[in-house]
């Protein structure tokens, strides 16, 4: 058995990490780069895409099923107002991944020389 305790990461930690992920950094990489497992990578992925940040949050190791959210009635405007919060920040976090690469994108064309000839495919033409 290992001797080292279980790290804990914030949960900031994590939606950075899965920002990335989702931007299309490699997964290997960026394991690599922040001392995680790239399966962990994965799980928070994973849970950030089905519950948003707060899948992030969750408790640790192997989970029971789906997670069971408790619904109140229809009629209570509180839940619904939590609801309809929680999904415009999911809506928003994948914006912010759709913004970052599109700047990304941009320097990079706006750093390529310029040639004056038309992009080539090195695609082949057979099939």
Do not use: C
Request: hydrophobic fraction near 35%.
């Amino acid at each position: 058995m290992s001797d080292r305790a279980p790290r804990g990461f914030t949960t900031e930690f994590k939606e950075r990490a899965v920002l990335r992920l989702e931007a299309g950094a490699s997964a290997s990489a960026l394991a690599k780069e922040l001392g995680v497992r790239r399966k962990l990578l994965y799980e928070w992925l994973s849970a950030y895409r089905e519950h948003g940040i707060a899948g992030l949050n969750r408790k640790r190791g192997p989970k029971p099923g789906k997670l069971r959210v408790k619904r109140e009635p229809a009629g209570d405007a509180l839940s619904q107002a939590q609801a309809r919060i929680a999904e415009l920040e999911r809506l928003v976090g994948r914006q912010q991944v759709d913004l970052d690469f599109f700047r990304r994108a941009l320097r990079l064309t706006d750093a390529a020389p310029a040639s004056g000839t038309a992009p080539t495919s090195t695609r082949s033409s057979k099939r």
